[in-house]
């Protein structure tokens, strides 16, 4: 099955630094998205970016489907940053996702 | 506009009991999915249902799970007999279609069993 890898697995930041997380997969898919996991365990919807670029305030995320990699980018991070990021794909048009191990993110003051 | 929901949030079980985790998709989807995640790890898949079908169950252990969604009401995953390794956080997502599609997730139920 396809192989969804993340990096790197653990970060820490000052508040006010700048990241760039990575997302591997190992064949096309139908579906990326990018996931924020807060430490109260929320899962929330960053970004659905099967291709190109998008933003968010501090936060962006770009994909290119043919070299098959994402980059979530996150500027001027604060202590609310932290959590695990996790990538999602879906393989071809199957419907379900598959998730990457996640980069756990610490923010500190 | 709700999103998914799920309940209950947290859960207790002694083993051998049931667990029953219930999800209400997003108004308008019809495609639901489980997922579970096991402590320190990511979200594994489990089953993938549409209004009376399971569509996808590749990810369900074989004995104890089951899911389903029926035409009224909402998506139930059921464990029976649970063991201390079903404890986890349980999520639920639903989407419009089955493809290609922005996939919503739950705030997610936590099992533990003692």
């Known amino acids: 099955g396809i192989q969804v890898e993340q990096s790197p697995p653990d970060l820490i930041l000052q508040e006010g630094a700048n990241s760039t997380l990575r997302c591997n997969f190992s064949?096309?898919?139908?579906?990326l998205q990018w996931f924020h996991q807060n430490p109260w365990g929320q899962l929330i919807n960053l970004f659905y970016i099967p291709s190109g670029t998008k933003q968010n305030g501090r936060l962006s995320a770009t994909t290119v489907a043919t070299e098959r990699y994402s980059l979530l980018y996150i500027s001027s991070s604060q202590t609310t940053d932290s959590g695990v990021y996790f990538c999602?794909?879906?393989?071809?048009?199957?419907?379900?996702?598959?998730f990457g191990k996640g980069t756990k993110l610490s923010v500190k003051p | 506009n709700a999103g998914v929901m799920q309940n209950p949030r947290h859960l207790v079980r002694r083993r051998g009991q049931e667990a029953r985790l219930r999800c209400s998709p997003m108004?308008?989807?019809?495609?639901v999915y489980w997922y579970r995640q096991l402590p320190e790890e990511g979200l594994k898949f489990m089953v993938y249902l549409q209004k009376e079908n399971i569509i996808d169950e590749s990810g369900m252990p074989k004995e104890r799970f089951s899911a389903e969604f029926p035409k009224e009401g909402p998506s139930i995953l059921r464990i029976q007999q649970v063991v201390r390794g079903d404890s986890a956080a349980y999520f639920c997502a639903s989407s419009i279609s089955s493809s290609g599609n922005t996939i919503y997730f739950g705030e997610g139920s936590w099992l533990t069993v003692v």
């Open positions: 064949d096309s898919v139908n579906n």
């Open positions: 108004k308008g989807h019809s495609h």
């Open positions: 999602a794909v879906e393989p071809g048009s199957q419907g379900n996702l598959i």
